[in-house]
């Protein structure tokens, strides 16, 4: 199924007891949101109101939604590069600044379907009358509505859960390891979600060997309380009316400088995401909280935005200065600026404008990134690399991802493993070096852990068992004897270096073997 048509089937179910003006209450596909709901968690629901043919001009067009809304996402017919804005009207009955609810090529790789566009969608945190303008003409335009309050408004009910509730301790993510200048606090996935955000499917993963930088096009000036409630409203968008697997993003920060695990799958892991078409398999995606084309990034939140990817990259030994080739995804390639397959050039830290057609980050925080590479880089200190491999008929590291349930990009795919005899002795090998010279410095006597990666209830459950430990010896290399059994759909293993006096921690790219593999015992 595609993307469009799970949004399409995911809308049409909702449509069960519709009222007159295009009002649609939410229910069928979307009821179940709640079936694990936490405790006091708020349902979130979607409905659609249909607005028709928006026409181009700065006269804006008002929609009565007929109910409260947080979250707002135009669709429409016509032009992708269509520059649409809604405003909304406030509790005092005054209107809100313009913001752009444009496309701006956060998405899977396939998720843009010929003819109907999607835009970005707005955060508005409670109110039921909006405006809508257009440089060009729409066609078919309707808003998909998020409400996660209630009906109450989301601005609302934080003000009146008082300063109490806001003050509460939000749960941090584990594992904690001590890369870069050592792992930033990051709150759990499960401290904004409640058990209202489950993954469709498990994640896939792949490798970060880049990051992305976002931001979300949500109004600047909300408060903390509400940023909990803005990440369930944008995974519900992504979730149902994108269809996509999850929230798009990876790790998502507010201007408050609190940094959120987002996508399922480990804050450790290449988890890959939805936030940069052609891209994803490659990086990670890294979103500040708001709009950033003339107003500036906050100081609290910038500091955050750099802890994070001194941390990220380095974990998984990528340097935060200059630049890697990547291949764009032939799936992915609709909001690329370079073309299907093509090998393109971007730095190590990147805006998303740097891969694909839109202006994120915006002007004034992709101005910034000039300057933070070499804070990041800095932060990072020193860099090490670990390296897992399985003679020469396992899958080598990076192989065989295919993002959002495409399949792998051609040219990055591995042959396919061969059948595995029973009890078959094999030797898994690698290495860990520190990225401080030409070919990296190997470090010796470091410890090791090879971990095998077991995923549950859809990724929100993420554990690496460890299997075996060693210690690199000369050359920084190591290795280790093992009989691998044939199983269905063999084994995930990586390597992990947990960091030593002098030696960062470092994962490497997980490798897939063709079978389960045991510890063979020592002669």
């Given at each position: 199924?595609?993307?469009?048509?799970m949004?399409?089937r995911s809308l049409?179910?909702a449509?069960?007891?519709a009222?007159?003006?295009?009002?649609?209450?939410?229910?069928?596909?979307?009821a179940?949101?709640?079936h694990?709901?936490?405790?006091?968690?708020?349902e979130?629901t979607?409905?659609e109101?249909?607005?028709?043919?928006l026409?181009a001009?700065?006269?804006?067009?008002t929609i009565?939604l007929?109910r409260n809304?947080?979250?707002?996402?135009?669709?429409w017919?016509?032009a992708?590069?269509?520059?649409?804005?809604?405003?909304?009207r406030?509790?005092?009955?005054?209107?809100s600044?313009w913001?752009?609810?444009?496309?701006?090529?956060h998405?899977?790789e396939g998720?843009?379907?010929?003819?109907?566009?999607?835009?970005?969608?707005?955060?508005?945190g409670?109110?039921?009358?909006?405006?809508?303008r257009?440089?060009?003409?729409?066609g078919?335009v309707?808003l998909?509505?998020?409400d996660?309050?209630g009906?109450i408004?989301?601005r609302?009910q934080?003000?009146?859960?008082?300063p109490a509730?806001?003050?509460?301790a939000?749960e941090?993510a584990t594992p904690?390891l001590?890369?870069?200048?050592?792992?930033?606090?990051i709150?759990?996935?499960?401290?904004?979600a409640?058990?209202t955000?489950?993954?469709r499917?498990e994640?896939?993963?792949g490798?970060v060997?880049?990051a992305?930088v976002h931001?979300t096009e949500?109004?600047?000036?909300y408060?903390?309380?509400?940023?909990?409630?803005?990440?369930?409203?944008?995974y519900?968008f992504h979730r149902?009316?994108?269809?996509?697997?999850d929230i798009?993003?990876n790790f998502?920060?507010?201007?408050?400088?609190r940094i959120f695990?987002a996508?399922?799958?480990?804050i450790?892991?290449?988890?890959?995401?939805?936030?940069?078409g052609g891209?994803n398999?490659a990086s990670?995606?890294?979103?500040?909280?708001?709009?950033f084309?003339?107003?500036?990034?906050?100081?609290?939140?910038a500091g955050?935005l750099?802890?994070l990817?001194?941390w990220?990259?380095?974990l998984h030994?990528?340097?935060?200065?200059?630049?890697v080739?990547?291949?764009v995804n032939?799936?992915?390639?609709?909001?690329?600026?370079?073309?299907?397959?093509?090998?393109?050039?971007?730095?190590?830290?990147a805006g998303?404008?740097?891969?694909?057609?839109?202006?994120?980050?915006?002007?004034?925080?992709?101005?910034?990134?000039?300057g933070?590479?070499?804070?990041?880089?800095?932060?990072?200190?020193?860099?090490?690399?670990?390296s897992?491999?399985l003679?020469?008929?396992a899958?080598?590291?990076?192989?065989?991802?295919?993002?959002?349930?495409?399949s792998?990009p051609?040219?990055?795919?591995?042959?396919?493993?061969?059948?595995?005899?029973?009890?078959?002795?094999r030797t898994?090998t690698g290495?860990?070096?520190?990225?401080?010279?030409?070919?990296?410095?190997p470090?010796?006597?470091?410890p090791i852990?090879?971990?095998a990666r077991?995923?549950?209830d859809?990724?929100?459950?993420?554990?690496?068992?460890t299997?075996?430990?060693?210690?690199?010896?000369?050359e920084?290399?190591?290795?280790?004897?093992?009989s691998l059994?044939p199983?269905?759909?063999g084994m995930w293993?990586?390597v992990?270096c947990?960091g030593?006096?002098?030696?960062?921690?470092?994962v490497?790219?997980a490798?897939?073997?063709?079978?389960?593999?045991s510890?063979?015992p020592?002669?």
């Amino acid at each position: 199924m595609t993307a469009r048509e799970m949004t399409r089937r995911s809308l049409l179910a909702a449509t069960v007891g519709a009222v007159t003006g295009g009002l649609v209450r939410p229910g069928g596909a979307l009821a179940w949101l709640a079936h694990s709901a936490a405790p006091g968690a708020v349902e979130p629901t979607l409905f659609e109101r249909t607005a028709g043919t928006l026409p181009a001009g700065s006269v804006p067009v008002t929609i009565d939604l007929g109910r409260n809304a947080d979250l707002v996402g135009v669709r429409w017919s016509g032009a992708l590069a269509a520059h649409v804005e809604l405003r909304v009207r406030d509790a005092r009955g005054g209107w809100s600044r313009w913001v752009s609810a444009g496309v701006h090529g956060h998405a899977p790789e396939g998720a843009a379907q010929p003819g109907t566009m999607i835009g970005d969608p707005v955060w508005i945190g409670g109110g039921s009358e909006l405006q809508l303008r257009s440089d060009r003409t729409l066609g078919d335009v309707r808003l998909s509505c998020v409400d996660v309050s209630g009906g109450i408004g989301a601005r609302r009910q934080v003000l009146a859960t008082g300063p109490a509730a806001l003050g509460a301790a939000l749960e941090l993510a584990t594992p904690v390891l001590p890369a870069g200048a050592g792992q930033p606090p990051i709150i759990a996935r499960r401290a904004w979600a409640g058990g209202t955000a489950k993954p469709r499917v498990e994640p896939e993963y792949g490798a970060v060997r880049m990051a992305f930088v976002h931001h979300t096009e949500n109004p600047n000036g909300y408060s903390p309380g509400e940023v909990p409630a803005m990440l369930r409203a944008i995974y519900t968008f992504h979730r149902y009316v994108h269809g996509w697997n999850d929230i798009g993003y990876n790790f998502v920060i507010d201007s408050y400088g609190r940094i959120f695990e987002a996508r399922a799958g480990g804050i450790d892991e290449p988890v890959i995401g939805a936030h940069a078409g052609g891209y994803n398999y490659a990086s990670t995606g890294v979103a500040v909280l708001g709009e950033f084309m003339s107003s500036p990034v906050s100081v609290a939140a910038a500091g955050a935005l750099e802890r994070l990817l001194a941390w990220k990259l380095s974990l998984h030994g990528t340097p935060a200065e200059g630049r890697v080739t990547v291949r764009v995804n032939p799936a992915g390639a609709v909001y690329s600026r370079f073309p299907a397959g093509a090998h393109v050039s971007l730095p190590r830290i990147a805006g998303h404008r740097d891969g694909d057609s839109t202006d994120c980050p915006g002007d004034a925080l992709y101005a910034e990134l000039p300057g933070m590479r070499p804070r990041v880089n800095a932060l990072a200190s020193r860099v090490a690399q670990a390296s897992i491999a399985l003679g020469a008929t396992a899958t080598p590291p990076g192989g065989q991802i295919a993002p959002e349930g495409q399949s792998p990009p051609g040219g990055e795919a591995a042959p396919a493993a061969p059948s595995v005899p029973a009890g078959q002795a094999r030797t898994l090998t690698g290495s860990l070096t520190l990225l401080d010279g030409v070919g990296g410095v190997p470090i010796q006597g470091a410890p090791i852990a090879i971990q095998a990666r077991e995923v549950s209830d859809r990724g929100e459950v993420v554990r690496e068992r460890t299997i075996a430990q060693v210690s690199t010896g000369a050359e920084g290399k190591w290795s280790l004897g093992v009989s691998l059994a044939p199983s269905a759909g063999g084994m995930w293993l990586r390597v992990l270096c947990p960091g030593a006096p002098g030696v960062p921690a470092a994962v490497s790219v997980a490798l897939h073997v063709p079978g389960t593999v045991s510890v063979a015992p020592a002669a």
